[in-house]
Structure formats: structure tokens, C-alpha cells
């Protein structure tokens, strides 16, 4: 259970979307650590994102496609991650 309401209101209801999606356990349990309150959800994703999407960068380059696809594709849904339940006032 996380302290900020709001953030523990979305897990529980979306942590089953977010592992049948293909986020990693442990990647929900390191984002959850470094927020503190809703207005770091975005962000937070955002960085989670850009750092798969620089590995799979990296790994595109040293012709390691299969990885680097994966981790294009993790990026991607952690990027839909970060926005797609992040608003404050609908």
C-alpha cells in the first residue's frame, strides 16, 4: 500500500492491466519507490521509459535486434504507462 491515496488507488486497480501488459514486477516496485505523490507518476515513468528505450538503442546498434525490440517495447509501454492514467482533474 503506497502513503499517497491516489497512488495506491491505481495500483489496485491497475496493477493487474500493468503485468498482463508486460510491466515488469520490479520495475512497478522501483517506480513506487521513487514516488511520492501522484505529481511524480508521470515522470518518474518517463524516466523508466527513456532508460529501456536508451538500452534498446544501444543494443539496436550492436546488432542485438531481438533485445533491442524488447526494449523498444518495454519503453513503449511504459511511456503509455506514464500518461495514460495521469491527470489530475478530468
Known amino acids: 500500500m503506497?502513503?499517497?491515496p491516489i497512488i495506491a488507488r491505481v495500483?489496485?486497480?491497475w496493477m493487474p492491466r500493468f503485468l498482463g501488459g508486460g510491466i515488469a514486477y520490479y520495475d512497478?516496485?522501483?517506480a513506487l519507490d521513487r514516488i511520492q505523490t501522484w505529481?511524480?507518476?508521470g515522470p518518474v515513468w518517463m524516466e523508466m521509459?527513456?532508460?529501456h528505450?536508451?538500452?534498446a538503442e544501444e543494443a539496436w546498434n550492436q546488432g542485438r535486434r531481438i533485445t533491442a525490440v524488447q526494449g523498444f517495447q518495454t519503453a513503449s509501454a511504459?511511456?503509455?504507462i506514464a500518461y495514460f492514467v495521469y491527470t489530475r482533474d478530468m
Open 39 to 41: 505529481d511524480d507518476w
Open 53 to 55: 528505450e536508451g538500452l
Open 49 to 51: 521509459a527513456a532508460m
Open 11 to 13: 495500483m489496485d486497480t
Open 78 to 80: 511504459y511511456y503509455h
Open 28 to 30: 512497478i516496485l522501483t
Open 2 to 4: 503506497h502513503p499517497d
